[in-house]
């Protein structure tokens, strides 16, 4: 059954009418659908194929949260093209690089000593979103200054990065007094964070929705996913490898896959962090129908994640319903 429903034109949409009505009218549901969520939804998907988009808040900023990962591989997959590392380098894992949310790289390090390879490192940042992988891969990138500088240099300003992990979460925590990066253990974050009076929290976390660091816009995301997915940004065999280990993603079964028919092709990476549910990727359709990428991003929920999740959800099976059945219409 079509869900696609045609209704009519909305102005906070990039598309015009008058160029396509029919992506104007897809525009009006995804504002719609997008009603699940108590929070602000930002939306820009492009059928790899045909170059069609849709933009709903588009060209606005949101949090990445873990969504920032994809950002972070392009900028060492790029040193790689260039000679300037291998995914086969060996980087051990020190007492200070166990940052919060990385239960897989905390399990493994009972004693000093553990080393990794960078294409280790990718896999567990992208596939189940570990953090201490991330700051990791982020590190041996350069750092967030040449991830930023990375984006730009792309034609895409609307991405940047300020921080690693550790310090976005803390930051979203409220914790105060973090002692140089050169003091880090892996038993100090929970104190740190449970000294924060909730109240405090609440008022950071409120904070981090209108905080232009660590933000992208749905647009310059897209752009970024076209990019990586026709293979024209990275050499192929590692745009190839990066895909896959998108493919392999672990997290957000409710958000872009979660309305989607069983079996659809999926290349992705979530980000969450309270009030901010985001999912972006690449989404297979069926047949000859081509690929779609596809960036949701929610801020200033404070509804149960759930309701975002939906959203994001209703928003993905939206925009695959219409390019599955009017890929190509003009009117």
Request: proline share 5%.
């Amino acid at each position: 059954m079509v869900r696609f429903a045609w209704v009519f034109w909305v102005s906070c949409s990039l598309v015009s009418a008058a160029s396509d009505a029919s992506l104007a009218r897809l525009a009006r549901q995804i504002e719609l659908v997008s009603a699940a969520t108590d929070g602000i939804v930002g939306v820009s998907a492009t059928h790899i194929e045909t170059g069609r988009a849709v933009s709903v808040r588009g060209g606005e900023h949101f949090p990445m949260a873990s969504a920032v990962k994809i950002p972070f591989a392009v900028q060492l997959m790029s040193l790689v093209d260039e000679g300037k590392t291998s995914l086969d380098k060996m980087v051990s894992l020190a007492p200070g690089d166990l940052h919060p949310g990385s239960g897989k790289l905390t399990e493994l390090f009972f004693h000093p000593g553990v080393s990794l390879s960078l294409a280790n490192y990718m896999e567990l940042m992208l596939v189940i979103s570990d953090n201490s992988a991330a700051d990791v891969v982020l590190r041996e990138g350069g750092g967030p200054a040449m991830v930023t500088a990375r984006m730009k240099s792309l034609g895409l300003p609307g991405i940047r990065v300020d921080r690693n992990i550790a310090l976005l979460i803390s930051d979203w925590m409220g914790a105060k007094n973090i002692p140089p990066e050169s003091e880090w253990n892996k038993d100090m974050w929970d104190p740190l964070y449970d000294a924060v009076p909730a109240s405090e929290h609440m008022r950071a976390r409120r904070a981090q929705w209108a905080d232009p660091r660590d933000t992208a816009t749905p647009d310059d995301m897209t752009s970024l996913l076209v990019r990586i997915w026709k293979k024209n940004l990275l050499q192929r065999g590692n745009a190839e490898i990066l895909l896959g280990m998108m493919e392999r993603c672990q997290t957000g079964k409710a958000r872009i896959k979660g309305m989607l028919p069983a079996g659809t092709g999926l290349a992705h990476k979530t980000g969450t962090l309270g009030g901010i549910v985001d999912d972006v990727g690449v989404m297979t359709l069926p047949g000859d129908a081509g690929h779609v990428a596809i960036s949701v991003f929610t801020k200033a929920s404070i509804k149960p994640e759930e309701a975002s999740e939906k959203a994001v959800a209703e928003v993905a099976r939206t925009v695959y319903d219409y390019f599955v059945f009017v890929p190509g219409a003009k009117n």
